[in-house]
């Protein structure tokens, strides 16, 4: 049998979204208040999702516990109240959408969660707002 476990976690933080190739204006017309120059947070919704057999001899998919602290670690301790742009290397050179950051979540989590196991990252940029990544 194949099941899913789901994990969600919590994060603020602050970003800018801006082409530095595009005039102020163009990147407000891309971009709208996410290009605000002063920066400006959101309260992002994180869901990661674990999918495989259940194993025979726990019952488990994933420990939960084990899961909980590898974003917690990982992700949580990284993100939480920093500007990504300026804080995270990773969004040096690479616009913090959330399209981008869902990426990079999942390429930090994924060498931690055993191969056999799929992954899968759901993040919400604001309640109405989220998009998804699986690695593809
Ligand atoms: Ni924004």
Redesign the pocket.
Known sequence: MIVTVNRKAHFNAA???YNNEWSADRNEDV?G??A?PHF???NYELIVSVTGEINKRTGFVMDMKVLKDLIKDKIEEEFDHKNLNIQLPEFKNLNPTAENISVVIWNKLRSHIPKKLKLKITLY?TPRNFVSYCGE
């Open positions: 970003h800018r979204l971009f208040k996410c605000n400006h947070g959101h940029e």
